[in-house]
């Protein structure tokens, strides 16, 4: 039978009330980022859908598209801000100290909990973040059946041939939703074939299942192409290739994806800095939890929450400043994939020595 370590009344009641305040947090800020998303895009709510369920999903979708990254980072930081200096302004720190436990030591529940809430939130990017991504962009995308240029994510180019992969497989030799464009010595289109699953025979031979071939001719680029249906079309192409990955798109790929990617085209900086911003986001669970704490230990002199959650918000704003700022200026650079761990270090350490100081 296996034992579990003992947990301290202290140590589960850190945690509940972090838990209480961290849950509290994240569902208030995410009602008011709904509420002021929703005032800002009423006229698209309302164009977009007929429906007030649909208008919720839709406003769901936008949510976990665009906030909820940056939601359960915030919530952390508040709920640890607010736990914390809620215990030291009732002079349960001074309790504490008295029963002879450093606050530091009392407190490690609260980095614990903060772990398990980063596991969450990758967990949350990867799959219902880069999911709503998705469903957002197929909803703004082309009708079905017409020939969109972007209505894939990687793109390659290899030899005659241009190819375009909407849905890569990192575990196995099969995609779907895969173009083809073939073009003649000139660089003119031939044949545009649109397959909804295309399986690896060979390094370079592929067959693509309920194909659909367009024929045109370079000599009438007026004229309508020759639409050919077949169950099965067999292609090869060359071994040299160049992927090439629309930035507009590149936040809707998974993160293995992504990675893949970027062992693909090492070349490609801008993908390289989107995958090194999207390893550290579940770091930021930690990093807004380690700088949280000291400013609420910092309530046990000022006996006031005000002053530390202001100083709580300027923190908050430098970091996003200097991660945004950090993206920008390496952008397109080496550098660019180095930045966000530097932003990272640096708030860290900060935060880190502001911890010591409160401890101490």
């Known amino acids: 039978m296996v034992r579990l370590l003992p947990v301290s009344t202290l140590s589960r009641y850190v945690v509940s009330r972090f838990a209480s305040a961290f849950v509290g947090s994240l569902l208030i800020l995410a009602l008011a980022v709904v509420v002021v998303d929703m005032l800002l895009n009423l006229d698209e709510v309302l164009q977009s859908e007929e429906s007030f369920s649909g208008a919720l999903r839709f406003l769901w979708l936008r949510l976990a598209a665009i906030y909820l990254p940056y939601l359960i980072p915030v919530a952390t930081f508040t709920g640890a801000l607010f736990s914390v200096g809620v215990l030291a302004r009732n002079r349960e720190i001074v309790a504490i100290k008295a029963g002879g436990v450093a606050p530091l030591v009392a407190l490690i529940p609260v980095f614990s909990a903060s772990a398990a809430i980063a596991i969450l939130a990758l967990l949350a990017n990867e799959v219902v973040t880069v999911r709503a991504l998705s469903t957002l962009a197929e909803r703004s995308g082309a009708t079905s059946g017409q020939v969109e240029l972007r209505g894939g994510t990687i793109w390659y180019h290899t030899g005659r041939y241009i190819y375009n992969i909407r849905s890569p497989d990192p575990r ?39 194909a659909t071939v367009r024929l045109f001719d370079p000599g009438r680029p007026d004229a309508a192409p020759k639409v050919e249906r077949s169950a099965e079309v067999t292609l090869r192409l060359e071994e040299e290739r160049h992927p090439r990955l629309l930035q507009a798109e590149i936040s809707a790929l998974p993160i293995w994806s992504l990675a893949r990617y970027v062992r693909e085209s090492p070349q490609d900086a801008n993908a390289r800095a989107v995958l090194h911003q999207r390893l550290t986001a579940p770091l930021l669970v930690l990093l807004f939890a380690l700088l949280a704490l000291p400013l609420g230990l910092e309530v046990e002199r000022t006996r006031s929450l005000a002053l530390p959650a202001l100083q709580g918000v300027l923190v908050l704003f430098a970091f996003l400043l200097a991660r945004e700022y950090g993206a920008s200026f390496t952008a397109g650079s080496a550098a660019g994939a180095l930045a966000p761990w530097l932003v990272v270090t640096a708030f860290a350490a900060f935060g880190g020595a502001r911890l010591a100081r409160a401890d101490a």
Do not use: K
């Open 172 to 210: 196995g030799d099969s995609v779907r939703d895969i173009r083809v464009l073939e073009r003649d010595d000139e660089g003119r289109l031939v044949r545009l074939i649109q397959a909804a699953r295309a399986e690896r025979l060979a390094p370079n031979e592929w067959r693509f299942e309920g």
